[in-house]
C-alpha cells in the first residue's frame, strides 16, 4: 500500500488533489481525490500500479512461501524468484487488471483471494515443477534462458533502473527488497545500457547474462 501511495501520489502531485494513507490497526486505505475531469487517467494509473502489486508483489510473496531451496543462498533464491515473477510478468499483470478493473473502490486482498484463484493454481503448478534440490547451476541455466527473451531496452545509472522512456522502475520494491538486479531482471529487457560507474557485482552480472547485449558507457 505504501507503493501504491507513493507512486499515485507522485505522479499526480501537480494536480488540484488529496492523496491521504489510513489505517486501523488492520486494514489500510489510501484514498485520492481530485476534479472529475482528471479521473480517467488518476484511475488508470492506479489501476496499472495494482496489476504491478499483484503481478510482482503478490506473486514474490507466494513463491518466497513454497519454495524451500536449501542448495540456494538468500541471494540466489531471491534472484531465481525475482525471474520466476519476472518470466510471465506481462501476462499476470495483463489477467490481473482485467479482473479489477472499472471497480470504485479495490480491495487488493480480496481481488487476490477470491477473483485470482485461476492465476494462483498457475503459479501452483510452477511451484511444483520447481525441484527441491535446484543449485547454482539451474538458476544459472534459467537466467540465462529469461535473458535471451527479453524485450526492449533499459538504462541503468548509478543504481537507479529506467526503462526505454527514461522512467524511473521501481517494482523491485515489491519484493521487499530494492536492489539494481531485481530491478534488471524485472525489466525483462534484451538490451541494458549503463551510463556512468557500475557497481562491481551489477557489471558482473550484466557480463555473465548478457554479454554483448549489455553497454557500459
Not at 23 to 35: A, Q, Y
Not at 143 to 168: A, H, M, P, Q, W
Request: a neutral charge; proline letters at 2%; glycine letters at 8%.
Amino acid at each position: 500500500m505504501s507503493y501504491l501511495y507513493g507512486r499515485v501520489k507522485e505522479r499526480f502531485s501537480f494536480l488540484p488533489s488529496s492523496c491521504n494513507l489510513f489505517s486501523d490497526g488492520e486494514r489500510v486505505e489510501i484514498e485520492f481525490k481530485t476534479e472529475k475531469a482528471y479521473c480517467p487517467y488518476v484511475r488508470k494509473f492506479a489501476e496499472e500500479n495494482i496489476a504491478d502489486v499483484i503481478a510482482v508483489g503478490y506473486k514474490y510473496a507466494f513463491f518466497e512461501k513454497r519454495l524451500t531451496l536449501p542448495l540456494l543462498d538468500e541471494k540466489q533464491k531471491r534472484l531465481l524468484i525475482t525471474a520466476i515473477v519476472a518470466a510471465d510478468y506481462k501476462e499476470d499483470k495483463a489477467y490481473a487488471r482485467r479482473r479489477f478493473v472499472g471497480y470504485d473502490k479495490y480491495s487488493l486482498d480480496g481481488v487476490y483471494h477470491f477473483r485470482l484463484q485461476d492465476l494462483q493454481k498457475r503459479w501452483e503448478g510452477i511451484a511444483d515443477y520447481v525441484p527441491t534440490d535446484m543449485g547454482a547451476a539451474s538458476l544459472d541455466g534459467f537466467l540465462s534462458f529469461l535473458t535471451e527473451d527479453g524485450e526492449g531496452k533499459i538504462f541503468v545509472k548509478n543504481g537507479k533502473v529506467y526503462d526505454e522512456d527514461y522512467r524511473l522502475l521501481t517494482r523491485a520494491l515489491l519484493t521487499g527488497r530494492e536492489t539494481t538486479l531485481g530491478e534488471i531482471v524485472l525489466g525483462g529487457a534484451e538490451r541494458v545500457y549503463c551510463f556512468g560507474e557500475t557497481d562491481k557485482e551489477t557489471a558482473a552480472f550484466l557480463r555473465k547474462y548478457y554479454g554483448n547485449k549489455a553497454t557500459f558507457c
